[in-house]
């Protein structure tokens, strides 16, 4: 079954840290780019970040920028997204999708365009996502 997983989300209390990992059943990750997203409790989904099958990546909200690493093991058929300094916003279900295309969509198109069709125009597959809860 060709599928994606996400796993790695929890509880954790501000500041902490969570790696949250991605990884692919019945095909290979190591040709497709991959967006990790999310979507807070009563807000839209937003775009996090985005990393090339050649490890390029992307990071789009500013708010993220410094404090999480995408990165990927294509031995291990998995992406990741490191979190650090984590707070109340980044509380939320994170998703990981393939991409249609070979690169990432530029930040402006992420942020700017309607995100969900984003998500239908450029990619192709997610899973059911992981939740990530900051809370202390």
């Known amino acids: 079954q060709v599928q994606l997983v996400e796993s790695g989300g929890g509880l954790v209390q501000p500041g902490g840290s969570l790696r949250l990992s991605c990884t692919a059943s019945?095909?290979?990750?190591?040709?497709?780019?991959i967006l990790w997203f999310r979507q807070a409790p009563e807000k839209e989904r937003e775009g996090v970040s985005c990393?090339?099958?050649?490890?390029?990546?992307?990071y789009y909200a500013d708010s993220i920028k410094g404090r999480f690493t995408i990165s990927r093991d294509n031995a291990k058929n998995t992406v990741y997204l490191q979190m650090n300094g984590l707070n109340a916003e980044d509380t939320a279900v994170y998703y990981c999708?393939?991409?249609?295309?070979?690169?990432?969509?530029?930040?402006?198109?992420?942020?700017?365009?309607?995100?969900?069709?984003?998500?239908?125009?450029?990619?192709?597959?997610w899973g059911q996502g992981t939740r990530v809860t900051v809370s202390s």
């Open positions: 999708a393939t991409a249609i295309r070979s690169s990432c969509p530029p930040p402006h198109k992420v942020l700017q365009e309607d995100f969900n069709k984003v998500l239908r125009e450029d990619f192709s597959l």
């Open positions: 019945g095909f290979s990750l190591d040709l497709y780019t």
């Open positions: 990393i090339t099958h050649t490890g390029g990546a992307t």
